[in-house]
């Protein structure tokens, strides 16, 4: 904590690798957000403005509203699967090169 | 310590209340046989949480370990104590009694709960348990002006928390009398009492700890009642979900709930038609306004913020979101059996005798499971379900305090009045005369609140965080213009937006519709004619199917036979009076008599509601009929919140702001300096 005020935060931002970590997780994040909340809302609007797909029984009982709201539940583990994964393994190594490194950059 | 020693006498007062014979007034679900069974597993629970802050207590001494844990949470157990926080009384009592009531919808109401922690995980935790300390205070406060933001910060947790908070309270005093029969006020006073002994002596270490212990309770009891339910069909889910479609409770259920419209169906039909969406939801506008509310406030709301500052860094952060969505995920997709279960052993209607929200479901089957309302088994599986609910109010109560103490505490006095220079003592004792306050502040409006419509309450806490802290933590975090300006602005305009929608929106009470629906249980209906189908009806535009301005779309209505008049329950009552000297059968005069006692019950109901509303016809906002159409005012506060905090920004110049970006990015992203 003592090298709290040696840090140059613009030379790290501007950093090559910090611009590459930047891009690659806005990338990542975003595309598996808005895929999230499209999936998420296909739910309710399906349900709402086509129940007849709702409705058609494929397994016994079992309807294509259950199976669609039970996949709401696997694409959301999915989700959070596939990201920590991804942050696991490729994320935090790129943080922490520049963690390792920040003290140089820019001094 | 004179802390730990002055905690034995104070934990000791909440079980003594409990325990004493006095309180147990009324009549719950539970004979009076079995009560003292109920008393003693109510007594293990709570007897468990107070060991645990009773050790808690000797590990809270700085401030880092008051608010925070000490940082010492890991990220499994912060999942899990994630997941006792977020599965409060309502979620694991109310949507079980959703599916049990309404097949489909209710199932498909616990979806949202879940997908919000996607935004949770990907763009709120890490980045917040990087630059943050101990509130959302902290991390506006970070690049914005620190004391205008914390000040703001700290109002609107305090309110989202105080409108969570009384939901909590005034559904769990109900609930508590509903299950075992304890007066209403007792049971605030006593959630109130041993929740401030959980965070004044324990802090966040004790908080957590009840949490996990208590999530862990709640989803083994759920477990055990799944297999049972589920067992029957060998696992399978066609199989169970024959059971439910063939169930003459769950056929007699869907034929009211679509009253004439059920004309002409089989009873195959009618069963089939529970595990299909429309039954409950019907507005679609206004189930994507509550989606948005939920997948964008739950990453809004102050306790679940605050729970990321618990563990050491970004990576333990990250998994106690995979934790804890394993959890709730899991728990919401057991829910599924234990309403439908619920529906199929217990009934629709005995459900809605108990409770007509249905929050008695999961508490009934439980109790028939084990072997019915005269088994020892069953009453002990009852009992066992009513105190982990009991346990889950105490504990998100706890959270909630903790919440507003802290912000009340640390951001405001430390940080505002005190200009960040406190010792830790004094933070300390400032963070639990805070946690006092608000502590009896949440007890006092429990018992104010008794009997108040509350329902829209978390929905409006939801609304708030979403339309308010989501917008200025977001834009802080990921946009390079975002300042104090836009922060101050957007705050005030989302919550003040959603809460006013809330206001003049159909969750408030309005006299006119109480008067004519009790006026309809007394006198009955007067015969109909028959009615032709009609059309449906287009609206005048999107602004209509939002506020009552102008003409509202409207759905084709089938065609619809005459019908003849229906008796009011008064003279339903005279008949059955009449009925019973002429009956000479046992059974046939213990039905008639239960019946009996079914409208008395309803009449009584209908009298009190035309009492209370006597020459009222307006709602506490003065309106005849909601001005505001959906129920939930995400999709219009939401967006006004984004737009004023960018607008805000734009038009305000914060050098401090600017200047401190890169810091407040590259430390987001790596965890450089995190406290």
Request: with cysteine; hydrophobic share 50%.
């Amino acid at each position: 904590m003592t090298t709290q005020h040696t840090m140059n935060w613009q030379a790290i931002d501007a950093d090559p690798r910090f611009q590459a970590l930047h891009r690659k997780k806005t990338l990542f994040l975003w595309g598996l957000m808005i895929f999230s909340v499209i999936y998420y809302f296909l739910l309710p609007v399906g349900a709402a403005y086509f129940p007849e797909i709702f409705k058609i029984r494929v397994w016994g009982p079992v309807n294509i509203g259950i199976l669609f709201a039970l996949s709401e539940f696997i694409v959301a583990w999915f989700i959070a699967v596939l990201y920590s994964r991804r942050a696991n393994a490729v994320f935090d190594s790129m943080a922490q090169e520049i963690i390792n490194d920040a003290h140089n950059i820019g001094a | 310590m004179h802390t730990t020693h002055r905690t034995k006498s104070w934990l000791a007062m909440p079980l003594l209340t409990m325990l004493s014979p006095a309180v147990w007034a009324g009549e719950g679900a539970v004979a009076d046989e079995f009560k003292l069974l109920t008393v003693a597993v109510f007594g293990a629970i709570i007897a468990l949480t107070i060991a645990i802050t009773y050790w808690a207590a000797k590990k809270t001494n700085t401030t880092a370990e008051f608010y925070a844990a000490g940082r010492s949470i890991s990220g499994a157990q912060n999942g899990w104590a994630i997941a006792g926080d977020y599965l409060s009384a309502a979620s694991f009592l109310g949507i079980a009694g959703l599916i049990s009531l309404y097949g489909y919808d209710g199932f498909m109401y616990s979806v949202g709960f879940l997908v919000a922690y996607i935004t949770v995980l990907l763009v709120i935790a890490e980045p917040c348990r990087n630059i943050g300390k101990y509130t959302l205070g902290d991390i506006l406060a970070f690049r914005n002006d620190p004391k205008k933001t914390k000040t703001i910060a700290a109002i609107s947790t305090i309110t989202v928390s105080i409108f969570y908070l009384t939901a909590q309270m005034v559904g769990g005093g109900v609930l508590i009398k509903t299950l075992i029969g304890i007066d209403y006020e007792v049971s605030v006073i006593g959630v109130g009492i041993l929740m401030l002994a959980y965070v004044v002596f324990g802090g966040m270490v004790a908080t957590t700890w009840v949490q996990i212990v208590k999530a862990i309770l709640l989803v083994v009891a759920s477990l055990v009642l799944v297999v049972l339910v589920w067992a029957p069909y060998g696992f399978s889910l066609p199989g169970f979900l024959d059971s439910v479609v063939h169930n003459d409770g769950v056929q007699k259920q869907v034929a009211k709930l679509l009253g004439n419209s059920a004309t002409g169906m089989t009873p195959e039909e009618l069963g089939q038609r529970f595990l299909e969406p429309g039954l409950f939801l019907k507005n679609p506008i206004d189930q994507i306004s509550l989606g948005m509310a939920l997948v964008l406030g739950t990453a809004g709301l102050p306790h679940i913020l605050m729970r990321f500052f618990t563990v050491p860094n970004a990576q333990e952060a990250r998994k106690s979101v995979i934790w804890a969505m394993a959890i709730i995920g899991g728990f919401y997709v057991i829910t599924l059996f234990l309403g439908l279960g619920a529906a199929t052993h217990v009934g629709p209607a005995n459900i809605i005798a108990l409770d007509k929200g249905g929050n008695m479901a999961a508490p009934i089957l439980a109790q028939y499971l084990g072997g019915g309302a005269h088994s020892i088994l069953g009453n002990f599986f009852l009992a066992f379900v009513a105190a982990v609910a009991f346990a889950t109010i105490v504990a998100v109560v706890a959270g909630l305090v903790l919440a507003s103490a802290s912000a009340m505490a640390h951001d405001i006095y430390v940080g505002v009045i005190r200009g960040n220079h406190a010792t830790q003592e004094e933070q300390v004792r400032a963070a639990r005369i805070s946690s006092v306050i608000v502590g009896i502040a949440a007890i006092v409006i429990g018992i104010m609140a008794k009997g108040q419509n509350v329902a829209h309450l978390v929905g409006m806490a939801f609304a708030v965080a979403a339309s308010s802290n989501l917008p200025a933590v977001f834009l802080t975090l990921y946009w390079k213009r975002c300042n104090t300006g836009g922060v101050i602005l957007g705050m005030l305009t989302g919550a003040t937006a959603a809460i006013a929608l809330v206001m003049v929106s159909p969750n408030m009470t309005y006299p006119k519709e109480v008067v004519k629906a009790a006026n309809k249980v007394l006198q009955g209906e007067p015969a109909a004619d028959a009615k032709p189908a009609v059309a449906a009806k287009p609206g005048e535009g999107i602004v209509c199917e939002l506020f009552a301005v102008c003409a509202k779309a409207e759905a084709a209505k089938p065609a619809t036979p005459s019908s003849p008049a229906k008796p009011g329950a008064l003279e339903k009552l005279t008949t059955l009076n009449a009925q019973l000297p002429t009956l000479t059968d046992a059974d046939a005069i213990a039905k008639v008599n239960k019946e009996i006692g079914k409208l008395s019950k309803d009449i009584a109901k209908a009298q009190d509601d035309l009492k209370q509303y006597a020459g009222k016809t307006t709602s506490i906002m003065g309106l005849e009929k909601p001005f505001f159409l959906l129920k939930n005012p995400g999709l219009i506060s939401i967006p006004l919140g984004f737009l004023m905090v960018m607008l805000g920004s734009l038009l305000y110049r914060d050098p401090r702001a600017e200047a401190m970006w890169e810091e407040l990015y590259v430390r987001q992203n790596t965890g450089i300096h995190a406290a």
